[in-house]
């Protein structure tokens, strides 16, 4: 079974940093892309970033890039989220997500929530 | 960026209902596109890949179409499990993006 479990959330100013992990389980991490999705409290999803199964190639929506960055370690099965600068528009949680493909029905985790505030 | 446009935002029904929900996208996406399923308090569910794909578990009352700029998501009878929030998400190129979501309320 498919199992991505999210955590890393928290509390954190504006102007300040956080590292999201993704733990992975269930299938071959290292043969799949994977990807950030957040949603606003009340509001719609939005993708965020995502990484190919190496590693080596990455993807941002504007509103992040420069800001946050992500990463992977395939010999422990996670994805991270490095965010910084982060901005109260950024408050929102966040989930880990495979490719829209066979198998990632309902593979989605409880995500964690990030709140940016003073 | 592609901006996908659902309608309608809202949709009233009743349970054996035939319902269709459209997504338009603002340039071609070939066959790149998925519709999730939300409901409250719960993370989204993948049911259609690439247009038309019924994800493994989804029942067949779910049925998607479309292709270039505008695709459809039906449900043949809405059953009382469906009262949801649908999204669109395009995966053709990046930054992905997903509709605004269309929420299926009782009638």
């Known amino acids: 079974e498919v199992q991505l479990l999210e955590s890393g959330g928290g509390l954190v100013q504006p102007g300040g940093s956080l590292r999201l992990s993704c733990a992975a389980s269930?299938?071959?991490?290292?043969?799949?892309?994977m990807n950030w999705v957040r949603q606003a409290p009340g509001k719609g999803l939005e993708w965020v970033s995502a990484?190919?199964?190496?590693?080596?190639?990455?993807y941002y929506v504007d509103s992040v890039k420069g800001r946050f960055t992500i990463s992977r370690d395939n010999s422990d099965n996670t994805v991270f989220l490095q965010m910084s600068s982060l901005r109260a528009e950024d408050t929102a949680l966040y989930y880990c997500?495979?490719?829209?493909?066979?198998?990632?029905?309902?593979?989605w985790g409880q995500g964690t929530l990030v709140t940016v505030s003073s | 960026d592609i901006q996908m446009t659902q309608s309608p935002s809202t949709l009233s029904a009743s349970v054996g209902d035939r319902v269709t929900i459209t997504c338009r996208a603002s340039?071609?996406?070939?066959?790149?596109l998925a519709w999730y399923q939300q409901k409250p308090g719960k993370p989204p569910n993948l049911l259609i890949y690439?247009?038309?794909s019924l994800e493994s578990g989804v029942p067949s009352r779910f049925s998607g179409s479309g292709s270039g700029t505008e695709f459809t998501l039906t449900i043949s009878s809405l059953h009382p499990d469906d009262f949801a929030t649908f999204y669109c998400?395009?995966?053709?190129?990046?930054?992905?993006?997903f509709g605004q979501g269309t929420k299926v309320e009782i009638k």
């Open positions: 997500a495979l490719d829209p493909a066979p198998g990632a029905g309902d593979s």
């Open positions: 269930g299938f071959m991490f290292r043969s799949y892309a």
């Open positions: 990484i190919n199964a190496r590693g080596d190639s990455t």
């Open positions: 340039q071609r996406i070939t066959t790149w």
């Open positions: 690439k247009t038309s």
């Open positions: 998400q395009q995966y053709d190129t990046y930054p992905w993006t």
